[in-house]
């Protein structure tokens, strides 16, 4: 009998490995390796459908056959979160891909799920455009940055790339083919990409309207609760929903396309920064920062562990440490990290703000043309327990004060002074139940100062032991939001906060 029921399963996946193929073609349908994984999850089959009908006709199929999906970009961050419960087919997006924009002058772009973050910035570099989305993941796709709602130091006075969405297509667990918000192309007065051919069918969002939030804080966002926001049931025609959508790590959906603002690429840009010792140190300089009205792009802090060897000093006759021999550069005196402030615009505009916030910070600030070497990237390492930090600016001196005190000494801290979002990272070789008491720790000191900690990404000992998100109060609009999107659970199950 299990000899007959191994033979009966072998059929099976020979059979949905050729169904595979007929929709994506030969080369683009196989059985998974074991580097298709998500979290350590291994998949059975990998598909590269070819476009958005080809990858509906690929959940229809997992529907067929009671399968699961996940997607899948460039897998960068493939480990970060929870591990789905089941991976069937691994739904690689990589030939999603496209930016279209024309005319020259426009606003938005459409772009698609499978394309290189790096291919979106040089193809609107060529018309002197930009998306204001500066993820730190390495060949990160614009699907992927979406689904982890993964921002950079341009997060301080843009948001999160969920606050640039103009609009989505997307698939649901049944593959049909949605649009919500506004495409670029529609907005352009043309033709919808990959609208044409294919069996799947195009339809508004669900419910009986749309609706936008207060903000774009994605599927774990700060936006209005209750079923009118899950549903798309308000202002904006089915924004919500594809503001849900970023942060949901595929579980809510697989995104096709997303329309995103676009910005001039600014004339000039100087980097100022700042050696720091400590953090209440640098609770009072970001104050002082966002209190001189230079209008600052990104405020970016860093703490690295161990403290850094003494830097290379220059002469104290160099234009940029004129009349400041205590300057650490000239001194060598090696500080415990930096902060450095990005300031964006006209050349001479951000020459004159750039004087202005060197004043503020005093004679050991330093303006360069280039960014620090450990700009936009984080903290931790492949193997390294990852935490994300969310809390107001005001309380981030206590938030990482509280991360010391529970680890027994500096942890490498890394992002957004400006905004309150900073990472860390604890090294891979703790004990779960010592990650946990820390976690306990740290979040009983957030939770009064309207923070949150996260566990973005652990060995798989870790992930397993530990509560990944803490106390999260949008879980019952959560819990609507799959039960409505993917009632049978199909997309990336166990992916999402509660087991969903």
């Given amino acids: 009998m299990a000899d007959a029921a191994r033979s009966t399963d072998r059929l099976e996946a020979l059979d949905i490995t050729r169904k595979l193929a007929a929709i994506c073609g030969d080369p683009f349908a196989r059985f998974a390796g074991p580097a298709d994984e998500v979290a350590g999850r291994t998949a059975r089959w990998v598909a590269v459908p070819g476009g958005p009908h080809a990858a509906a006709e690929v959940l229809r199929l997992a529907a067929a056959h009671d399968l699961t999906v996940v997607p899948r970009g460039a897998g960068t961050k493939i480990d970060w979160g929870a591990a789905p419960a089941q991976v069937d087919i691994m739904l690689d997006t990589g030939r999603l891909a496209g930016v279209w924009h024309e005319p020259r002058d426009a606003a938005v772009a459409e772009i698609g799920a499978g394309t290189p973050l790096r291919a979106v910035q040089a193809t609107l570099a060529r018309t002197n455009r930009r998306l204001p989305v500066d993820a730190p993941s390495p060949g990160a796709t614009l699907g992927g940055v979406l689904a982890a709602d993964e921002s950079g130091p341009l997060r301080h006075r843009h948001g999160s790339p969920c606050a640039q969405l103009v609009g989505v297509r997307y698939l649901d667990a049944d593959g049909e083919l949605v649009s919500v918000g506004k495409s670029g192309t529609e907005a352009l007065g043309r033709a919808t990409p990959g609208s044409g051919g294919g069996r799947a069918s195009e339809r508004g969002p669900a419910g009986d309207g749309g ?290």
């Fill in 211 to 500: 609706g936008a939030g207060r903000g774009a804080g994605g599927v774990f966002g700060d936006g209005p609760g209750g079923g009118d926001a899950i549903l798309g049931r308000g202002e904006v025609p089915g924004l919500d929903v594809a503001r849900l959508l970023c942060g949901s790590q595929g579980g809510l959906g697989v995104l096709v396309s997303a329309t995103m603002r676009v910005h001039a690429v600014p004339a000039g840009r100087l980097w100022v920064s700042r050696p720091v010792w400590t953090p209440l140190e640098v609770h009072d300089l970001v104050r002082a920062v966002l209190a001189a009205g230079v209008d600052p792009a990104a405020v970016e802090l860093d703490l690295p562990v161990p403290v850094p060897l003494p830097r290379r000093r220059i002469p104290p006759t160099h234009p940029s440490v004129i009349n400041r021999p205590g300057h650490p550069a000239v001194t060598g005196r090696p500080a415990a990290g930096s902060l450095v402030v990005l300031l964006e615009g006209g050349p001479a505009d951000v020459t004159e703000r750039a004087e202005r916030l060197t004043a503020v910070l005093g004679t050991e600030a330093m303006v360069s043309h280039h960014a620090p070497e450990w700009w936009g990237r984080y903290p931790f390492a492949p193997g390294d327990t990852a935490l994300r930090i969310e809390v107001p600016i005001n309380d981030l001196h206590a938030a990482v004060y509280a991360l010391r005190d529970a680890t027994g000494g500096p942890v490498p801290v890394r992002g957004s002074a400006g905004s309150g979002t900073v990472h860390a990272a604890l090294p891979g070789a703790l004990p779960p139940e010592r990650v946990a008491s820390i976690l306990t720790a740290v979040r009983s000191v957030l939770i009064a100062r309207r923070g949150r900690c996260v566990v973005v990404a652990a060995p798989a000992a870790v992930r397993r032991a530990v509560d990944l998100w803490g106390e999260l109060p949008a879980l019952p609009r959560l819990r609507s939001a799959k039960a409505h999107l993917d009632p049978h659970h199909r997309l990336a199950p166990g992916r999402l906060p509660g087991g969903l």
